[in-house]
């Protein structure tokens, strides 16, 4: 056998993880991942203190990027002081989103209308940088996609989305990437991988939200960005795809969405 007829591994990007929230070391989390052949993901914030955390882990490791923003849990602590500081973070070259920001109306931990207002100032915010929007929505789809309808954002993804073939199809009218977790194994999901069958090859994604939603068949254990591996497999059998193209494909994506010009 020659060194051609030896297929190299597929390359990934896992396009939203939170390191804070992992046991290890964010240092061996990546080691862990780059021995997976996993070369970059984005590492997310939710609040003021763990979007300076991201930015911190991204400005040490050099695969590791960064999303800034108030999740919609904690919409009711974005007040001036904590929007300036979300503001001076996307200011640092590491950072390449605002998110992970949106509507959660099925914990509903923040009032409904906290979570507008949270949504609507970030929203603007990214605009007037013209930063990434990584959108979470939970029980929250039409409203969400009316907001964005008013002006969407020029870069836009959908993280971990959850929903039907229906609300893929609005995703990507308004110009959204479509991020997929490890949810989409789990045997109750096939309504999620019918939504992954109506999305164009050039703009799925592909994320491990670790360390929740362990794929399978690391379901039950916690997650981590080595694992992005195991749902790009998976999502690649879902759409009819090899995991090499879905690799390629998501890989290029991630980097065009998120505005990179490196691995």
């Given at each position: 056998?020659?060194?051609?007829?030896?297929?190299?591994?597929?390359?990934?990007?896992?396009?939203?993880?939170?390191?804070?929230?992992?046991?290890?070391?964010?240092?061996?989390?990546?080691?862990?991942?780059?021995?997976?052949?996993?070369?970059?993901?984005?590492?997310?914030?939710?609040?003021?203190?763990?979007?300076?955390?991201?930015?911190?882990?991204?400005?040490?490791?050099?695969?590791?990027?960064?999303?800034?923003?108030?999740?919609?849990?904690?919409?009711?602590?974005?007040?001036?002081?904590?929007?300036?500081?979300?503001?001076?973070?996307?200011?640092?070259?590491?950072?390449?989103?605002?998110?992970?920001?949106?509507?959660?109306?099925?914990?509903?931990?923040?009032?409904?209308?906290?979570?507008?207002?949270?949504?609507?100032?970030?929203?603007?915010?990214?605009?007037?940088?013209?930063?990434?929007?990584?959108?979470?929505?939970?029980?929250?789809?039409e409203e969400v996609y009316s907001i964005l309808a008013e002006d969407?954002?020029?870069?836009?993804?959908?993280?971990?989305?959850?929903?039907?073939?229906?609300?893929?199809?609005?995703?990507?009218?308004?110009?959204?990437?479509?991020?997929?977790?490890?949810?989409?194994?789990?045997?109750?999901?096939?309504?999620?991988?019918?939504?992954?069958?109506?999305?164009?090859?050039?703009?799925?994604?592909?994320?491990?939200?670790?360390?929740?939603?362990?794929?399978a068949p690391n379901r039950g254990r916690p997650n981590e960005p080595?694992?992005?591996?195991?749902?790009?497999?998976?999502?690649?059998?879902?759409?009819?795809?090899?995991?090499?193209?879905?690799?390629?494909?998501?890989?290029?994506?991630?980097?065009?969405?998120?505005?990179?010009?490196?691995?």
């Amino acid at each position: 056998m020659t060194p051609a007829d030896v297929e190299t591994p597929p390359a990934w990007f896992d396009a939203h993880c939170h390191l804070d929230m992992i046991e290890r070391e964010p240092a061996d989390v990546v080691a862990s991942a780059r021995d997976g052949n996993v070369l970059s993901m984005v590492t997310i914030g939710t609040d003021v203190a763990s979007s300076k955390r991201a930015v911190e882990i991204a400005s040490a490791i050099e695969e590791v990027w960064a999303a800034v923003g108030v999740h919609p849990h904690d919409s009711s602590a974005l007040d001036e002081a904590a929007l300036a500081e979300i503001d001076r973070l996307s200011g640092d070259p590491k950072v390449v989103a605002i998110g992970e920001i949106g509507l959660d109306f099925y914990r509903d931990l923040s009032p409904r209308d906290a979570q507008r207002e949270a949504f609507s100032r970030q929203l603007g915010l990214a605009r007037g940088i013209s930063k990434t929007v990584v959108i979470h929505m939970r029980d929250a789809h039409e409203e969400v996609y009316s907001i964005l309808a008013e002006d969407p954002p020029e870069r836009l993804v959908f993280h971990c989305f959850s929903g039907g073939a229906a609300e893929a199809r609005r995703a990507l009218e308004l110009g959204g990437h479509l991020s997929f977790a490890g949810n989409i194994s789990y045997p109750k999901s096939e309504e999620l991988r019918e939504a992954a069958r109506v999305v164009p090859l050039d703009r799925l994604m592909v994320e491990t939200d670790s360390p929740f939603l362990s794929p399978a068949p690391n379901r039950g254990r916690p997650n981590e960005p080595a694992n992005v591996a195991n749902v790009g497999t998976f999502l690649a059998e879902v759409v009819g795809r090899s995991p090499q193209e879905i690799a390629e494909a998501t890989t290029a994506n991630s980097r065009r969405v998120f505005g990179l010009t490196q691995p």
